[in-house]
C-alpha cells in the first residue's frame, strides 16, 4: 500500500514538475509580453507611424487554419500562402483540422502557443468563437475567411446568394440566346449548409427574374462536397426529365461530373448547359474546348488577399465590416482572354 | 546508528535508482520527446503554453483512460470517437433546447454505457473479433449522427462560458487527479479490476473458472463510458456545439499514446503512469509538430509509427526470458501494483 501511494505521490510530483516547468518559462514569458505590451501601448502612435513609413514587417508568423488541405481549392490557398510568406520572410504554419472543431480549437491553441501574430480562420460557423476570442485577448489578429462570425479583426468572405445570382444571370443569359428562353433547369445546392443554400436560392432568385419562360424541374439537394453525387444525380435527372437541358450547380466538383455524365448519356450538344462556380482547372478547361460545361465564376486570388489584409491589419488598420472577395463570370466569351492571363 | 543510517539511505537510493531505471526503459519513447521538447524550449519562448497544455492534457487523457481500459479488458475500440462524436450531437441537442445540464450529462453518460453494453454483448456474448466489431460500429455510429445532425455543427446558442474559465480548468484538474486514483483503485483493489486484466489476457481461461465474464465487461465499459462522457463534455464546453466530427481526430493520437504508455493491445498489460507519460508525449508532440508546419504532413505518419513500434516493443517484452502473464504477476507482491 505504502509502494502504491508512493508511486501515485512521484507521478502527481512529476507531472506538477513538468507542467510547473514549462509553466515558468511560459509565466515569465506572460510578463514579459505583459511588459512589453506596455511599452508597446505607450509607443503605439509612433510604431504605426513608422510602420506605415517602412511599409514592411518583419518577423510575422502567419497561421493557416482550414478545414481540409486535400482538394484543390484548398491546397491552392495553402501554396500560395507558403510562397507568399517565404517572399517576405514570414514565418508560416498550417493546419488542417478535417472539420472536426475541437481539432481546430486544439490548432487555435498551438497557434497562439507557437506566436503567430495572424490566424487565417477558415472555420465552417461559430464552434471556434470561443477559441478564437481568446486567441484575440491575447493579441492575435484573427482574419475569418468563407464565414463570418461575431469573432474577428477582418473578415473575407462572398455573399454567397449574390454569387448564386450570378451564377443564375449566366445561365439565364444562355437560356435567352441560345434557347430562346426555353429553358428547362435542374439546380443543383444543398441544404446542409446555409452558405451553399443561400447560394442555391441566389440561382433560382436570378433565373426566376431574368428567365421567365424557364422552368425549374427541381432543386435537388445533392449533399456537401460528396464525391460522386454529380454524376448519380444527373444520371437520375436525365431519366426523369428527358426535356432536361440545363443544369447550374452551386460549385464546379459536382458540375464538372455532370457534364461527363451529359456526356456519357450522349446529351453533349449546343443546346445543353451547365453553369457552377469556382472557376477550377477541369471547368475552365472544358469551357474553353466548348464542352456542355459553359460558365463558371473565378474569385480574386484569395492568398494574396490574405497576406495583404494581415498585413495592414498588423499595422493596426481595423475592418469592422466584411470585405468582398471580387468576382468575374468566365463564359466562351471571355475564356481566352483569361486562359491568357 | 550512523552505519544504519547510512545503509538504510543506501537501500533507499538503490529502491529510488531501480525505479528510475526501470521507468526509462519502460518509458524510452516518451522520455525522447519530452527531451526533445525540453531543448526546443530552450530555443524558442511559446506563450501560455501552460493553459494550452492543461486543456488539451486533460482532455486527450479522459479518452485515453477509457480507452486503456477497454483495452486492457481485451476490446481494441476503434469506435470510441464515433461514440463520443454522437454524444457531442445529442448533448448539444439537449443544451440547445435548454434541457437541464445534469440531465443533459446524465443522458450523455447512459449513452456511453449503452455504447460499452453493445461491445461487451458483441466481445463477449458473440465471441465477435474487437478490431472488426467496433470498425463497423465506427461506420454505423459516425454516419447515423452524420443524418441525424445533418453534417452540421449544433450550435448552443447560450454559450456556457467554461472554456475561458481557469477555475473550471483547475477543477477539471483536481477532478482527473482523483479519477486517476479511482482508476487506480479499480485496476488494483477491486476484484473486477483484475479481472479487466484477466479478460485482456485470457478471456476463455476466466470462463472455465466461472467468473461471468459479461458483468466483468459490462462493468469495465461503464467506468471507461465515465471517461467518455467527461471527454463529450469537453468537447461541447470547447466548440460549444456538438457534430458528428467532433473528437473524430483523437482516433489515432489516443492509440498512439497508449502505444507511447505500454498498454498492451487485448492482453491485459498497462499501467496508469504509463496512459499518463504517453498522453504527455501526444500532446507535446503535437504541439511540436503544429509550431514548425508538420503537423499535416507528418502527423498521421508519425502516429502510425508510434503505434507499430509500441506493437513491437509489447511484443520484445512478451517474448523476453522474464516476461509474465499479467495474471500471474498480480500474485507476486509488489509487481503490476505500482503506479
Not at chain 1, 447550374?248 to 456519357?264: I, P, R
Amino acid at each position: 500500500m505504502k509502494q502504491r501511494v508512493l508511486g501515485i505521490m512521484l507521478s502527481l510530483v512529476m507531472s506538477v514538475t513538468m507542467l510547473t516547468g514549462c509553466g515558468s518559462t511560459a509565466e515569465n514569458s506572460t510578463a514579459d509580453s505583459a511588459e512589453a505590451a506596455e511599452e508597446a501601448a505607450d509607443t503605439s502612435e509612433v510604431t504605426e507611424e513608422l510602420n506605415e513609413a517602412v511599409g514592411d514587417l518583419e518577423d510575422v508568423k502567419i497561421g493557416f487554419l482550414a478545414p481540409t488541405l486535400q482538394t484543390e481549392f484548398f491546397i491552392a490557398i495553402d501554396n500560395d500562402l507558403k510562397a507568399e510568406c517565404e517572399e517576405k520572410g514570414w514565418e508560416y504554419v498550417a493546419v488542417s483540422f478535417d472539420n472536426d472543431s475541437s481539432a481546430a480549437v486544439s490548432s487555435i491553441e498551438n497557434m497562439v502557443t507557437s506566436q503567430c501574430d495572424v490566424i487565417i480562420a477558415m472555420v465552417s460557423d461559430s464552434s471556434c468563437d470561443v477559441a478564437l476570442k481568446a486567441a484575440q485577448e491575447e493579441g492575435v489578429k484573427i482574419m475569418e475567411c468563407g464565414v463570418q462570425t461575431d469573432v474577428y479583426d477582418v473578415c473575407l468572405n462572398t455573399d454567397q446568394h449574390g454569387i448564386g445570382v450570378e451564377i443564375g444571370e449566366m445561365a439565364s443569359d444562355w437560356i435567352n440566346s441560345q434557347l430562346d428562353g426555353k429553358g428547362q433547369v435542374v439546380v443543383y445546392t444543398t441544404f446542409q449548409n446555409q452558405d451553399m443554400q443561400n447560394r442555391g436560392q441566389g440561382i433560382q432568385d436570378a433565373i426566376a427574374e431574368n428567365c421567365p419562360d424557364a422552368t425549374i424541374l427541381e432543386v435537388v439537394d445533392i449533399g456537401k462536397d460528396v464525391t460522386g453525387a454529380g454524376t448519380s444525380t444527373t444520371e437520375n435527372m436525365l431519366q426523369k426529365y428527358p426535356e432536361l437541358n440545363t443544369i447550374v450547380c452551386y460549385g464546379d466538383a459536382a458540375a464538372v461530373e455532370s457534364m461527363e455524365a451529359v456526356k456519357a448519356a450522349g446529351l453533349n450538344s449546343d443546346d445543353f448547359g451547365i453553369f457552377a462556380c469556382d472557376g477550377t482547372e477541369q471547368a475552365l478547361t472544358s469551357i474553353a474546348d466548348n464542352d456542355v460545361m459553359r460558365g463558371t465564376i473565378v474569385f480574386a486570388s484569395i492568398a494574396p488577399a490574405m497576406i495583404e489584409y494581415s498585413e495592414r491589419v498588423l499595422k493596426g488598420e481595423e475592418f469592422p465590416d466584411m470585405i468582398a472577395f471580387e468576382t468575374t463570370k468566365i463564359t466562351s466569351k471571355n475564356i481566352a482572354d483569361f486562359i491568357t492571363e | 546508528m550512523a552505519d544504519a543510517f547510512y545503509a538504510a539511505s543506501k537501500k533507499i537510493y538503490q529502491i529510488f535508482m531501480k525505479k528510475i531505471k526501470k521507468y526509462v526503459i519502460e518509458n524510452k519513447l516518451n522520455i525522447i520527446i519530452w527531451l526533445a521538447f525540453m531543448l526546443i524550449l530552450l530555443k524558442n519562448t511559446f506563450l501560455y503554453f501552460e493553459y494550452f497544455f492543461i486543456r488539451q492534457f486533460i482532455i486527450m487523457l479522459f479518452i485515453s483512460l477509457g480507452v486503456a481500459l477497454e483495452m486492457m479488458s481485451g476490446d481494441f475500440d476503434l469506435s470510441f470517437a464515433a461514440q463520443i462524436s454522437g454524444a457531442t450531437v445529442i448533448g448539444a441537442y439537449l443544451l440547445k433546447n435548454e434541457i437541464n445540464l445534469y440531465v443533459t450529462v446524465l443522458f450523455i453518460l447512459l449513452l456511453h454505457i449503452l455504447g460499452g453494453a453493445v461491445k461487451s454483448f458483441l466481445m463477449i456474448k458473440l465471441k465477435m473479433p474487437s478490431i472488426i466489431f467496433t470498425l463497423a460500429l465506427q461506420m454505423i455510429i459516425s454516419k447515423t449522427f452524420l443524418i441525424v445532425s445533418n453534417e452540421n455543427n449544433i450550435i448552443i446558442p447560450d454559450k456556457p462560458a467554461y472554456y475561458n474559465n481557469n477555475m473550471f480548468w483547475v477543477l477539471m484538474a483536481a477532478l482527473t487527479a482523483v479519477l486517476l486514483l479511482c482508476v487506480h483503485w479499480f485496476l488494483y483493489d477491486t476484484y473486477y479490476g483484475k479481472y479487466c486484466r484477466m479478460l485482456g489476457e485470457n478471456t476463455e481461461l476466466m470462463e472455465k473458472n466461472g467468473l461471468n465474464c459479461f458483468a466483468a465487461s459490462l462493468i469495465i465499459h461503464s467506468f471507461a463510458a465515465v471517461f467518455f462522457t467527461m471527454a463529450s463534455l469537453l468537447f461541447i464546453f470547447q466548440t460549444v456545439s456538438g457534430s458528428a466530427y467532433i473528437g473524430s481526430n483523437y482516433l489515432y493520437k489516443v492509440l498512439a499514446a497508449l502505444c507511447l504508455g505500454g498498454i498492451g493491445s487485448c492482453n491485459g498489460e498497462g499501467r496508469i503512469s504509463g496512459i499518463v507519460a504517453g498522453t504527455v508525449s501526444m500532446v507535446l508532440l503535437i504541439f511540436i509538430l503544429t509550431s514548425f508546419n508538420y503537423v499535416n504532413k507528418w502527423e498521421t505518419i508519425v502516429e502510425g509509427m508510434i503505434i507499430l513500434a509500441g506493437l513491437y516493443m509489447g511484443r520484445i517484452r512478451k517474448t523476453s526470458e522474464n516476461y509474465l502473464p499479467n495474471s500471474e504477476r498480480n500474485l507476486i507482491e509488489g509487481e503490476g501494483r505500482d503506479l
